[in-house]
């Protein structure tokens, strides 16, 4: 794929950019490793002064780097400036709590003393460089919420983000200096997805995390661990929407159609097979499919676009055959699931119902406005039909009773249970999946921690 921005509204290339070669690649490296010897002995007050300063930036900068995210990507603007605030606000709070988060732990005086010490503590240090390979669909989001982190941790981080939004990529790396970052803290690296392998294996570079599709994730964690390095993965998810008959059906009709076309449909944990319990199917199907027709699809600089187009002609191909082979195998289109005439990547909010586990789309992610709905005739079916996917990163409940939200939160395979609303993101509480979803935690303690050395000291007695 060419380094390059295409506006997923026309297929209209606008600009492109060369990959960097092996000596600039070279020179990233060393500038990295240099910045890291320097950057990791600043204090947390020095850096929280640099990330504060970066915040602010880029909440003066939102408006216009909301347009380049759209004109990338094809997000609604008015959900790429709403990304943007999202990042600043991430940004202060790692300022502001990572002292706290990082703060040495004193150990137990009776443990010390059992173990022939003074004293115990566990310390955090930064493991240096950091290679992200991140993706197109939250192109700020995504690394921001591995940036904060591990800027404010010590490390220093190398982007390598998706080919189609370059500009977005060289505005990270011109934020971080503007804020006043040393050189090298925060580069973008222009390559192929084929030069990954070779940076990831420099051992210049301690860790990497990847946020993408499974196959990415596999060939990075390979490498990786040949290389005996740490990974963080955050890969597909499939995630279940499940309504029980105690729950409020309108306003979970409601927040579904959100849950479902967040970002054009394109997100990991947008809710995408919905499953009902048969006494409310009928009532939930009904406003859910009307909500879904009702929305507005366009340009996606348009502040009244609720969905705008995929980001990538074969994303929209691949959505596509997932809807087909559904149809064809005797699902029923509720709505949409016909490409539109005219020149973008445009694809209609879908809904099908009657899935099969025979359906592609039943075990597949669907990468797009499309939604599935299952019939389910009582919470042990549901369990079973929302576990029946080889993802787990989130997960979405409905009800009130609090014997089935306890059976939910116990049995659903998944990194997050939300309950009675839609699964979200936030800089507080930990963000990962299980199963081929991927390892590890971003966001909150557990993910300033993912990319420390977590050191035990010993004082002898």
Wanted: some cysteine; overall charge negative.
């Amino acid at each position: 794929m060419p380094i390059a921005t295409v506006n997923p509204a026309t297929g209209e290339t606008l600009k492109t950019y060369d990959a960097l070669g092996p000596e600039e690649i070279e020179h990233r490296l060393a500038t990295a490793e240099a910045a890291f010897h320097t950057h990791r002995t600043t204090s947390l007050a020095e850096r929280s002064t640099l990330m504060h300063r970066a915040a602010d930036l880029l909440d003066e900068d939102a408006q216009d780097i909301a347009r380049v995210m759209t004109t990338e990507m094809g997000k609604p603007v008015k959900q790429a400036r709403a990304e943007a605030a999202k990042c600043a606000k991430a940004m202060r709070w790692y300022a502001d709590h990572a002292e706290k988060l990082l703060a040495d732990e004193e150990g137990d005086p009776a443990d010390a003393q059992d173990s022939g010490a003074s004293r115990v503590l566990v310390r955090y240090r930064p493991l240096g460089p950091v290679l992200a390979v991140m993706p197109w669909n939250f192109p700020l989001w995504q690394v921001i919420r591995f940036a904060a982190p591990a800027l404010m941790a010590g490390n220093v981080g190398l982007l390598k983000h998706a080919s189609n939004v370059p500009q977005t990529a060289l505005y990270l790396e011109d934020l971080f200096r503007r804020a006043g970052y040393p050189e090298g803290c925060f580069q973008t690296l222009l390559i192929g997805s084929g030069a990954v392998e070779d940076v990831l294996r420099d051992p210049r570079i301690k860790a990497a995390t990847l946020t993408g599709s499974e196959p990415a994730g596999r060939a990075v964690a390979s490498v990786a661990g040949d290389e005996v390095k740490k990974t963080v993965l955050e890969l597909g998810g499939s995630d279940p929407y499940v309504v029980m008959p105690s729950a409020d059906v309108e306003r979970a009709a409601q927040i579904a159609v959100t849950a479902r076309v967040q970002n054009n449909g394109q997100s990991c944990i947008a809710a995408k097979r919905f499953i009902v319990h048969t006494d409310v199917f009928d009532a939930f199907a009904e406003r859910f499919t009307a909500g879904m027709k009702a929305l507005t699809v366009g340009d996606p600089l348009d502040e009244t676009t609720d969905v705008g187009p995929l980001s990538t002609e074969q994303g929209r191909g691949d959505l596509e055959e997932l809807v087909d082979d559904a149809v064809e195998s005797g699902a029923t289109v509720l709505c949409g699931g016909e490409r539109p005439d005219g020149s973008g990547w445009y694809y209609p909010p879908t809904v099908l119902a009657d899935i099969t586990p025979e359906m592609r789309i039943h075990l597949e992610e669907a990468f797009g406005p499309v939604a599935t709905l299952y019939r389910a005739a009582d919470l042990d079916e549901a369990l079973a039909i929302a576990n029946d996917t080889p993802f787990g990163l989130s997960s979405n409940v409905w009800t009130r009773d609090e014997t089935e939200i306890d059976r939910f939160v116990r049995d659903l395979e998944a990194g997050g249970v939300y309950v009675n609303g839609m699964t979200a993101s936030h800089p507080s509480f930990p963000f990962g999946g299980v199963k081929r979803s991927g390892y590890g935690r971003e966001l909150s303690g557990h993910g300033i921690r993912e990319f420390c050395n977590i050191t035990t000291v010993w004082h002898g007695a």
